[in-house]
C-alpha cells in the first residue's frame, strides 16, 4: 500500500513539473509575443482590421478645338445576386416580381429569370450574374425592383462599379484618342494615343480614406474626412475639329469601300500652327468594314513613291545646278542604272520636257536623270539635303510608336550603285505619311517646318494650366527663290499635270500626286501592291491647311489606282468642303464667325462656374443625374432613393455646405 502512494505522490509531482513548465513556456511567449514580437503582431491586427482604401480621382475629359467632347468617363455597374442572403418567405414573396420587372429592363423574358434565379438558390450561389454594362438610370431602376429594394442583406443584391471611358462621337478618330488601360493578362498599363501620351495630365492623383472592418465584413471610415483627397485630372483641349475629322473620316471611308482598299489614312492640318485638325486611321476587317486600329498616318513608314520628288526639286534649285527650264530627254519612257530599268507610268515617255513638266507630270526618268546627273560624283551632297529637310528622323510627336525613317547614305550597309537613282523618284527610302505632310507644309508655310501638334493646352475648368505652343523644326527649309519655284510647281501640277482632274478655276490648290509599289522585293509579284497617295496644300494663294492621303492596295481591276485617281478625290472633297456648303459651290464659309446667342450662353455657363457655392442648392424638380452632378462636384457624397427627379432632399437649401457630408435625395 506504501509503494502504491509512493507512486502517486511520484506521478503527481510529474504532473505538477509538467504544468510547471508549461506555465513557464506560456509566460515565455507571451512575454516574446508583447514586447520582442509585439510591433509586428500589432501592426498585424492593425492591417487586417484598418486598411486605407483608395478614392479613384476623377479623369479628365479630352475635347475638340471647337469645344465638343472627344473622350469622357462614365460610371458603369453590374448587378449580381447572394441568393442565400434572403429568408425563403422572402425569397418566395417576391421571385416572381422581380423576375417579371427584370424582364421590362433586360432581354430575356420572366419565365427565364425566374428559373435562374430559383436555381442559384438550390446551387446557393452567392455571386450570381443579373447583368452587366448597366447605365446609372438602369441601374437605379433595378435597384428599386421587389427583393432588390430591400438591400444587400435582405434582399442580396451585390453592385458592382467602375468607370469606363467613352467616345461620344464614335469611331471617328478613335485611334488618335487612344486609349489607356491594364492589360488583364499581364497586368501591365499599356495605351496608345492622346490618352497615353497625356495621362499624367488625364488621370489626376487618387485619394486614400482610412476605414476599420466591422460586423459581416464591412468597412466603416474612421473619420468623417480624407487621409489624402483626391484630386481630379486636368482637361485636354485636342486640336481636332470635329466638323474637318468629319469631313476628312467619311471622304476617306468612301474611298476606300469604293476602290475595296486594304488600308488607308488622311491627316488636315493647319499650315501656320502644325495644329492636326483632323486624321483619320481605317483599315479593312475581314467583314469587309473599316474601322480604326492602327494610327497608320504616325506609325506606318514606307516608300512613298513620287511624293518624293519634292525632295529632289528642293535640292537641285537650291544647289543652283539645274533649274525648272532644264530639259531633260525621257528616252521614250525608259532610263538604266546597273541593268535596273527606271520606267515612266506614260508609255513611250515624255519626249524632252524641262525639269518643272517633268515634276508636273510625275516623270521618273526625267526626275532620275536630273538626280544622278548632277550628284553621282558626290552623292552625300544629296543625302545632306535630305537630312536638312529633317526627313532621316523622326518627327519627336508625343505619341508611342512613330514610325522611324530609313534614308540610306553613302557608304552604309544597303547603299549600292542603283540607291542615287531610285532615292529620285521615292524608292529605297522609307518615311511615315506624317513627315512627308509636315515637309509640304514647310512649302506653304513659307518655308518654315512646324511639328505637327495635336493637343493645344490643357484645362482646369476655364483656367489654363499649360499651353502648347507650335515648335519649330526647322525655320528654313530652302530659300526664298528656291520656294517661289517649288510653289508654282506644285500648284501647276494641279492645273495640268498629274493631278489636272482635281483643278478648279474657283479654287486653287497644289499638290503631288504619288504611286508606289510596296512589297515589290517580297513573294514576287504576288506580295506587290500599289499604295496611292496625294499630299498638298489649300488655298495654293494663302494656304490655310495642308493635307496627306494615302491609300494601300486599292483595287487594281480597272487599272486606275494611281494618287491622282485614287487619293487624289479625297483631297479636293475634304478641301472644298471645309470652304465651301457643298462640292457644287464655291462660297467660302466663315468657320471662325462667332455665333451671339452661343457667346452669352458660353459667358453666362461659366460666370456661373466660376462662383464659390457654400449653400445647399434648392434641388426639387432637377433630375436625379444633374442633382448628382452638382452636388458630388460640391464635395458631398450623395444616396439616391428612387428614379426621376427631386422631390425631397436631406440637407435642406441654404444650409452651409460640409465637406463629405453626405444627402439622401428622394426621387419620383
Known amino acids: 500500500m506504501a509503494v502504491d502512494d509512493k507512486h502517486i505522490s511520484y506521478r503527481i509531482y510529474l504532473v505538477a513539473v509538467f504544468i510547471f513548465l508549461m506555465a513557464i513556456a506560456i509566460v515565455v ?67 416572381k416580381q422581380l423576375s417579371d420587372s427584370l424582364e421590362t429592363v433586360l432581354d430575356r423574358p420572366s419565365g427565364y429569370y425566374e428559373k435562374e434565379l430559383r436555381k442559384a438558390r438550390t446551387n446557393k450561389n452567392r455571386y450570381y450574374l443579373i447583368a452587366r454594362n ?46 489607356d488601360r491594364i492589360d488583364p493578362a499581364t497586368g501591365i498599363e499599356v495605351g496608345k494615343g492622346i490618352e497615353w501620351a497625356f495621362k499624367n495630365y488625364l488621370n489626376g492623383k487618387d485619394g486614400k480614406i482610412l476605414k476599420q472592418k466591422i460586423a459581416k465584413g464591412q468597412w466603416k471610415p474612421i473619420r468623417d474626412v480624407n487621409e489624402v483627397d483626391p484630386i481630379d485630372g486636368y482637361d485636354v ?33 493647319e499650315t501656320e500652327t502644325g495644329h492636326v485638325k483632323a486624321i483619320s486611321n481605317l483599315g479593312r476587317g475581314e467583314d469587309g468594314s473599316y474601322t480604326e ?3 497608320y498616318a504616325v506609325a506606318e513608314s514606307h516608300e512613298p513613291g513620287s511624293t518624293f520628288k519634292l525632295v529632289d526639286l528642293m535640292a537641285i534649285l537650291e544647289d543652283k545646278v539645274a533649274d525648272t527650264s532644264t530639259v531633260y530627254d525621257s528616252h521614250n519612257g525608259v532610263v538604266k542604272y546597273y541593268g535596273r530599268s527606271v520606267r515612266d507610268s506614260h508609255n513611250g515617255g515624255y519626249g524632252k520636257v524641262s525639269l518643272a513638266r517633268g515634276f508636273e507630270l510625275s516623270s521618273n526618268t526625267v526626275m532620275v536623270q536630273a538626280v544622278y546627273n548632277n550628284y553621282k560624283s558626290n552623292p552625300s551632297k544629296f543625302v545632306d539635303h535630305i537630312r536638312s529637310f529633317g526627313l532621316d528622323k523622326p518627327l519627336g510627336l508625343h505619341f508611342k ?39 509640304y507644309n514647310s512649302v506653304a508655310n513659307n518655308g518654315v517646318m512646324v511639328r505637327p501638334q495635336f493637343v493645344s493646352e490643357i484645362k482646369e475648368w476655364n483656367k489654363t494650366i499649360k499651353k ?12 526664298p527663290e528656291t520656294l517661289k519655284k517649288v510653289r508654282a510647281v506644285l500648284q501647276n501640277v494641279v492645273k495640268k499635270g498629274t493631278a ?111 462662383r464659390k457655392v457654400k449653400q445647399i442648392p434648392d434641388l426639387k424638380g432637377m433630375p436625379g443625374m444633374d442633382a448628382i452632378a ?8 450623395v444616396k439616391v432613393n428612387g428614379v426621376g427627379k427631386v422631390k425631397k432632399q436631406s440637407l435642406q437649401a441654404g444650409e452651409n455646405i460640409n465637406k463629405n457630408a453626405t444627402i439622401v435625395l428622394e426621387l419620383s
Open 29 to 95: 511567449k507571451l512575454t516574446n509575443i508583447q514586447w520582442v514580437e509585439g510591433d509586428y503582431y500589432r501592426k498585424l491586427a492593425k492591417q487586417r482590421t484598418v486598411r486605407n482604401f483608395v478614392i479613384p480621382a476623377n479623369k479628365g475629359n479630352i475635347y475638340s478645338a471647337d469645344g465638343s467632347l472627344l473622350a469622357t468617363s462614365i460610371p458603369n455597374y453590374e448587378i449580381r445576386f447572394d441568393a442565400k442572403a434572403p429568408k425563403t418567405e422572402t425569397f418566395e414573396k417576391y421571385v
Open 134 to 179: 448597366l447605365s446609372y438610370t438602369e441601374y437605379v431602376k433595378i435597384k428599386g425592383f421587389p427583393l432588390f429594394n430591400l438591400g444587400a442583406f435582405k434582399g442580396g443584391i451585390i453592385v458592382e462599379q467602375e468607370t469606363i471611358r467613352k467616345h461620344p462621337i464614335g469611331q471617328i478618330a478613335e485611334r488618335t484618342i487612344g486609349y
Open 237 to 269: 483641349i485636342s486640336t481636332i475639329d470635329v466638323f474637318i475629322q468629319d469631313i476628312a473620316h467619311h471622304a476617306l471611308l468612301k474611298q476606300l469601300q469604293d476602290y475595296e482598299a486594304d488600308h488607308g489614312c488622311v491627316v488636315v492640318m
Open 293 to 295: 486600329t492602327t494610327n
Open 401 to 439: 510608336g512613330e514610325g522611324r525613317p530609313i534614308i540610306p547614305h553613302p557608304g552604309g550597309k544597303t547603299w549600292s550603285g542603283i540607291s542615287l537613282p531610285w532615292m529620285a523618284f521615292g524608292y529605297s527610302v522609307s518615311v511615315t505619311p506624317m513627315q512627308t505632310l509636315a515637309f
Open 468 to 479: 502648347f505652343d507650335t515648335e519649330v523644326i526647322n525655320p528654313k527649309v530652302c530659300s
Open 500 to 610: 489636272s482632274k482635281l483643278y478648279s478655276k474657283d479654287f486653287p490648290m497644289a499638290g503631288k500626286t504619288g504611286t508606289a509599289m510596296v512589297n515589290y522585293g517580297k513573294a514576287g509579284r504576288e506580295g506587290m501592291y500599289y499604295a496611292s497617295s496625294f499630299v498638298g496644300y489649300f488655298p495654293a494663294d494663302h494656304p490655310k491647311y495642308s493635307c496627306i492621303v494615302v491609300v494601300h492596295k486599292p483595287n487594281t481591276a480597272n487599272n486606275n489606282y494611281y494618287g491622282a485617281d485614287v487619293a487624289g478625290p479625297v483631297f479636293k472633297r475634304i478641301a472644298q468642303k471645309i470652304f465651301t456648303d457643298a462640292p457644287s459651290t464655291n462660297k467660302i464659309k466663315q468657320l471662325d464667325s462667332k455665333i451671339p446667342k452661343q457667346e452669352i450662353s458660353y459667358n453666362e455657363y461659366y460666370a456661373k462656374a466660376e
Open 630 to 637: 452638382l452636388l458630388e462636384n460640391l464635395g458631398l457624397k
